[in-house]
């Protein structure tokens, strides 16, 4: 068999298997099996790998950080705290729950990214979900969806913007310019399309005037180390620095300070991280790798260039429509990190790349598997004993996702330059 086409069967089979999760196993197993095939067979060089595998570096620092915050959060209380305030704002309406945990989830994602959004704030939604004694569900899809609708407001609400744009991040003013409306109509698309198809599940009453127990002090350090990260993350970029060290830093200085205090060992705050969200990244970008080393990302980038010079606002239009469903197709990390090495070789004009990022960024809500941050999503749930189907999920995100992006491309593309 030709090895180009061997290797493509391989990082596809991968990707399928991230997807559908046969036999339930974890998804992280089939992207590293992928990924040490390639190299075991001879089809794509080991220092290609290592290279590869090595290119995810900020991201797992970033994950690292995230992860431990987001458990110093659940040990120390400060979800619980969190949750009973939102119940009791909510005066016994699971429909003003559903809002505030929204408007919340706009803040998170925008100034702590899409994977927090997912990792720190999905315990806490669970926790209020548990409190108000109402179904976890409907709350718990907040999580997801606006993790993706709110990810292009500021360039660090997802990690994969600065991916995209090869670390030359326009500044904050020209990116506010840019993505402005097309965040606002992708957030309030997203609400409006999200709460028809919960409405069923929002009618009741739910419980209200929670007893709030004082914040313990290790979870009043917690919450000041989160925020202390996100203004940390809002600094890095502004500097177009990566956000993975200090993320890291931040989170391993919090647990070291929470775990002196306590005068306890740190194997129980380690054991209880789901630590496979990091060899899944390693596997995805070896995969991306083998369509480099094989030209495909060449061939796309020829391909690119041509049509920018041919027409390029239908070139962004497409660009942007074909990206986000190929996100669901493959993951939109390695669907992002394909689009930014296409759109770097053939020097893309900056509407063509702010219709990838849209897409990259908003594409994956159609599916349960589309973006990282909905597979933390669902590691998180899964954790707590819920579970959502491909199906279940696509339902749900084939009414979102579209109206969602067909707005916030559209509005980027009639008001670009």
Request: glycine residues 6%.
């Amino acid at each position: 068999m030709n090895p180009i086409f061997l290797s493509w069967g391989i990082a596809l089979a991968a990707t399928a298997g991230v997807i559908l999760r046969p036999f339930r196993w974890p998804e992280a197993i089939w992207a590293v099996a992928g990924a040490v095939m390639l190299v075991a067979l001879g089809l794509l060089p080991a220092h290609l790998a290592w290279q590869a595998v090595g290119k995810g570096t900020d991201v797992y620092l970033f994950l690292i950080g995230m992860m431990l915050l987001s458990e110093l959060g659940r040990r120390e209380g400060l979800f619980d705290w969190v949750a009973v305030h939102a119940v009791n704002f909510a005066k016994g309406s699971p429909r003003k729950l559903f809002l505030l945990i929204y408007l919340v989830g706009v803040v998170v994602t925008t100034f702590l990214s899409n994977d927090a959004a997912a990792v720190v704030l999905t315990p806490a939604v669970f926790a209020a979900a548990r409190k108000a004694q109402t179904k976890p569900l409907p709350l718990l899809y907040v999580c997801a969806f606006i993790a993706n609708a709110a990810s292009f407001v500021l360039p660090i609400s997802n990690p994969a913007n600065l991916v995209l744009y090869a670390n030359h991040t326009p500044a904050l003013g020209l990116w506010v310019a840019r993505f402005a409306l097309p965040s606002v109509l992708s957030i309030v698309a997203t609400f409006l399309m999200l709460r028809w198809t919960q409405r069923a599940n929002l009618g009741d009453t739910c419980a209200r005037d929670l007893l709030v127990e004082p914040l313990s002090t290790n979870g009043k350090l917690t919450l000041a180390s989160t925020g202390v990260t996100a203004i940390a993350l809002l600094v890095v970029s502004a500097f177009d620095l990566q956000l993975g060290l200090p993320t890291a830093i931040l989170g391993i200085l919090t647990a070291v300070v929470v775990l002196i205090k306590e005068r306890q060992s740190p194997v129980e705050l380690v054991s209880e991280i789901s630590w496979s969200a990091l060899p899944l990244v390693a596997g995805l970008f070896v995969l991306v790798e083998v369509l480099d080393h094989t030209g495909v990302i060449r061939e796309l980038s020829a391909f690119l260039r041509q049509a920018s010079q041919q027409n390029q606002p239908m070139t962004a239009a497409a660009s942007g429509l074909v990206i986000a469903f190929g996100s669901n197709a493959i993951n939109n990390l390695p669907a992002g990190l394909i689009a930014s090495a296409t759109a770097l070789q053939a020097h893309s004009p900056e509407r063509v790349i702010d219709a990838l990022l849209i897409g990259v960024d908003l594409g994956p809500n159609l599916s349960i598997t589309g973006s990282l941050a909905t597979i933390l999503w669902l590691s998180s749930i899964r954790r707590e004993g819920e579970e959502v189907s491909f199906m279940q999920f696509l339902k749900v995100g084939v009414v979102v996702m579209l109206p969602a992006l067909v707005l916030a491309l559209g509005s980027r593309l009639l008001t670009g330059h």
